[in-house]
């Protein structure tokens, strides 16, 4: 499992070089025009992998205590992501306003902070089950292309030359092992592994409801195009049910 776990991180921590490919005339045109897009993708699979590991923890523990756990989850995440939009938390390249070395500063150290609690959320998933470990492989590596992609243009924006945004991009990316090694340290602990995917099911439901549903929807409003979002968010949701079908 320690090795998955090693492979799971490295394919996250990749999506830190993305940032690579706005460079590139036409393909940094297209991500631009459609970044927006993956977070309805990615809704979808997390709605799906919420669910399954709801039923998971109310099948294996106590309901007092798992709805405990899921509410602690969603609380530290709530927490986080106060954190992080003071830390200049992005979806999409933005141009309300400019970025300074601080505000680079900041999102650095927050992003490191976000990567250490996907790889602690990473580590009972695999436990419970390889299918819900690559689930939550495909879920977070598209929030991470999103994020990291925004990242890349606030750097910039900040003065990093492109080979220094992507380093420190990568740079934090990495701190996803910090995670994982927590998470494996944790779950050697006799039943935590029930509280612990109780805990992420909450965390994953903060994404969900407080992340990427109101961004899509400010999308939507600025766009009128729903549409596209409808598309690609029904493609998360059968993509994951035909992943998890099985589990």
């Known amino acids: 499992m320690e090795l998955q776990l090693l492979i799971a991180g490295g394919i996250i921590a990749s999506a830190s070089l993305i940032g ?14 459609n970044i927006r897009y993956l977070i309805s993708f990615a809704t979808g699979v997390f709605i799906v992998l919420t669910y399954t590991l709801l039923e ?15 509410a602690i989850g969603f609380l530290f995440f709530a927490g986080l992501t106060t954190f992080l939009s003071k830390a200049h938390h992005h ?10 070395s601080i505000d ?17 959320l990473l580590v009972p998933l695999f436990i419970a089950s390889p299918v819900l470990g690559g689930a939550a492989i495909v879920g977070i590596l598209i929030h991470e292309m999103v994020q990291e992609i925004a990242e890349f243009f606030v750097l910039k924006e900040a003065g990093y030359s492109t080979k220094m945004a992507l380093f420190f991009n990568f740079l934090t990316a ?27 099911a909450g965390g994953f ?7 990427f549903i109101p961004s899509i929807f400010k999308s939507i409003h600025h766009e009128c195009k729903p549409v596209p979002h409808i598309i690609f968010f029904v493609a998360g949701l059968i993509l994951m049910i035909l992943v998890t079908g099985g589990h």
Request: net charge negative; glycine share 12%; aromatic share 6%.
């Open 56 to 70: 998971e923890v109310f099948h294996e523990g106590d309901m007092l205590y798992t709805s405990l756990a899921i």
């Open 205 to 211: 439901l903060h994404i969900i409801l407080r992340d």
């Open 91 to 100: 979806h999409g390249p933005t141009q309300e306003h400019s970025h300074s």
């Open 20 to 33: 690579v490919v706005t460079t590139h005339a036409l393909l940094g045109k297209f991500f631009t025009n």
């Open 104 to 120: 680079a500063r900041r999102m650095l150290l927050g992003d490191s902070l976000h990567n250490i609690g996907d790889g602690i």
């Open 174 to 200: 990495l701190t996803i092992f910090i995670g994982i090694g927590i998470g494996l340290l944790v779950t050697d602990i006799e039943g935590v592994v029930i509280p612990l995917l109780a805990f992420t």
